[in-house]
């Protein structure tokens, strides 16, 4: 568990591979279930990364050469749809790994 898990290289690895069979053998199932999470949840996050960078460089685009002042309400409106529409993806995603996992 130590060689495939406690290494610094992994900080940058973005794949958040977990070893789900030595974490099994060493502390039980239901733990392993809430590290497989964690590394779902976070390549979920990843994916909300990118759209929010995108989100930002829109609007900073806009406020510099366009001198557009985008409304608050449309921004957080904008932001709230795409983050309802990550939470369903992430959530069936989520689901069918673990459908994985079970069997």
């Known amino acids: 568990l130590k060689a495939t898990w406690a290494n610094w290289w992994y900080l940058w690895d973005l ?6 069979p030595h974490l099994r053998n060493y502390f039980g199932t239901r733990i ?6 964690n ?4 390549k979920a996050l990843l994916a909300l990364v990118a759209i929010a960078l995108l989100f930002e460089v829109v609007i900073r685009i806009g406020r510099t050469f366009f001198a ?4 608050a309400t449309r ?29």
């Open 75 to 103: 921004q957080a409106l904008g932001s709230s749809v795409v983050l309802v529409i990550w939470a369903k993806i992430s959530d069936n995603l989520w689901h069918r790994e673990q459908d994985f996992f079970t069997e």
């Open 15 to 20: 794949s958040f591979a977990q070893p789900l």
């Open 32 to 37: 392993t279930f809430i590290f497989a999470w």
């Open 68 to 71: 557009i002042r985008m409304f």
């Open 39 to 42: 590394g779902h949840y976070s």
